[in-house]
């Protein structure tokens, strides 16, 4: 099992969780995203004006998109997003206390700046752990 780190606005975090729990990534993250596997653990991160971990999601699937399917997919006609996950999202910290809750990182240590990266497993289970404290409150 690995850990990743994927980062989206909270939009488009919005729109995954209240719909099919379905992600996605452009083609730069196509070598990280060959990488995941079923089982993995993909932890959110919810850019501006958020900027924290809401939760974590067990990968279920994995899948190239043939239809546009996300909101900007659909306003522009075009795929944006194809190489996409199915999620199990049951450990996300509800909307409305994002703000509030979400775990909070330095941008400098982390690579905030790729929507994808793998974590160390040390720092994943760190991070379950409190938002495990968080999701039971």
């Known amino acids: 099992m690995k850990y ?31 990488r995941i596997s079923a089982g993995d653990i993909l932890i959110p991160y919810v850019t501006t004006p958020i900027k924290g971990l809401i ?3 067990t990968v279920n699937s994995k899948v190239v998109g043939g239809k546009i399917y996300f909101p900007q997919e659909i306003k522009t006609d075009g795929l944006i997003w194809k190489l996409r996950l199915t999620l ?11 703000h509030s809750k979400a775990i909070h ?4 240590k982390f690579g905030l700046q790729k929507s ?11 991070f379950i752990k409190k938002l495990d404290k968080i999701l039971v409150q």
């Not at 049951?90 to 994002?98: A, L, R």
């Not at 994808?116 to 760190?126: F, R, T, W, Y």
């Open 116 to 126: 994808l990266s793998m974590l160390n497993e040390s720092l994943a289970k760190d």
């Open 55 to 57: 939760g974590y999601c």
């Open 105 to 108: 990182l330095d941008n400098r």
């Open 88 to 98: 199990n999202s049951n450990k996300i910290i509800p909307e409305q206390d994002w």
């Open 4 to 34: 990743w780190l994927a980062v989206g606005p909270p939009e488009n975090w919005l729109f995954t969780f209240n719909h099919d729990n379905i992600w996605g990534f452009n083609d730069e993250n196509a070598i990280s995203w060959k």
